[in-house]
């Protein structure tokens, strides 16, 4: 199956996220897990809303940014 680059780029995405969990100490690893998870399940999204995926991309990616920070050890869901 082909993917576009916009399906492309959120797999990539989604796969850096799981990767930069590595990092961070093994207790942890189930919350980064469904915090990442929840974040790439957003109710109400319409699969050709490029705008809205677009800019969830990059808020991802600048989350990314901060949880690839070696000061943090761990994330919350609330």
Do not use: W
Request: glycine share 2%.
């Amino acid at each position: 199956m082909r993917r576009s680059g916009l399906q492309t780029d959120v797999l990539r995405l989604y796969r850096d996220c799981f990767r930069a969990i590595r990092a961070k100490p093994k207790e942890s690893h189930p919350r980064f897990k469904a915090f990442v998870r929840a974040q790439f399940h957003p109710t109400n999204l319409q699969p050709r809303d490029f705008t809205a995926i677009e800019y969830l991309l990059r808020r991802g990616r600048k989350q990314l940014e901060a949880y690839q920070n070696p000061h943090v050890h761990d994330v919350h869901r609330q």
